[in-house]
């Protein structure tokens, strides 16, 4: 399976502004996906990152709030814009070779906005 | 209903004991299907894939009923380092991966 490198791990940020996480892939993934886990829940789904083209979004997130880039197989980043504290969760990527097989997942990162 | 439902447990088991988990999903064309670790903290981690056939691994055993839409893990001989959240996980259509909420697992000496 690949490893997936996620960064930063952690942040503080202020309400308002906009935090960028990064992932990169040790090898070429067809699928990547972003997802958001709140303290004690499971992990939702908050796009699929699309190699070249706009994200595809879950209902309840947009592109605004979410923007996604993907600009070749093994890298993407999700930027969580204009923060409000309801924005504080982990964040997670996660890439698949093919549609059927296992994700396997960066390390998170865990945003907390003040 | 969610898509995929697992009871939450918590579930607290001395060592050595056999516990299983269960899980339901609601999209009869869903593809795959797998059962991930995830331990606090960290990332979700992969503990097996699931087939209709059934599959064995170590101290674990993942079985599939496709008519039943219901997934399980059974974990026999319980350590300590089992303990951990256990997610079902099932891929939808596109290769999205539909969550379960987690059962939760603490073996204690």
């Known amino acids: 399976s690949a490893v997936i490198s996620q960064k930063p791990s952690r942040d503080i940020c202020q309400r308002g502004t906009s935090l960028t996480i990064q992932c990169q892939v040790d090898?070429?993934?067809?699928?990547m996906f972003w997802y958001r886990q709140q303290p004690g829940q499971s992990l939702t789904l908050i796009a699929t990152?699309?190699?070249?083209?706009?994200?595809?979004?879950e209902s309840g997130f947009v592109i605004d709030k979410f923007p996604i880039s993907r600009p070749n197989l093994t890298f993407s980043t999700l930027t969580v814009s204009n923060m409000s504290p309801e924005d504080s969760s982990i964040y997670l990527c996660?890439?698949?070779?093919?549609?059927?097989?296992?994700?396997?997942f960066g390390q998170g990162t865990r945003l907390t906005v003040v | 209903r969610k898509e995929v439902e697992q009871d939450p447990g918590p579930f607290n088991v001395p060592e050595g004991a056999t516990v299983a988990f269960n899980c339901t999903y609601s999209?009869?064309?869903?593809?795959?299907f797998f059962w991930y670790r995830q331990d606090c903290r960290k990332e979700p981690k992969l503990l097996m894939s699931?087939?209709?056939s059934g599959n064995e691994d170590g101290r674990f055993t993942a079985q599939l009923n496709r008519a039943s839409q219901y997934i399980s893990l059974l974990i026999r001989d319980s350590k300590l380092s089992d303990s951990a959240t256990y997610l079902c996980?099932?891929?939808?259509?596109?290769?999205?991966?539909?969550f379960g909420d987690g059962t939760t697992l603490t073996v204690k000496p």
């Open positions: 996980v099932v891929n939808t259509n596109a290769g999205k991966s539909t």
């Open positions: 990152a699309n190699q070249g083209s706009e994200a595809t979004y």
């Open positions: 090898s070429q993934v067809t699928m």
């Open positions: 699931v087939y209709s």
């Open positions: 999209n009869s064309a869903s593809q795959s």
């Open positions: 996660s890439g698949s070779g093919h549609l059927n097989t296992e994700a396997f």
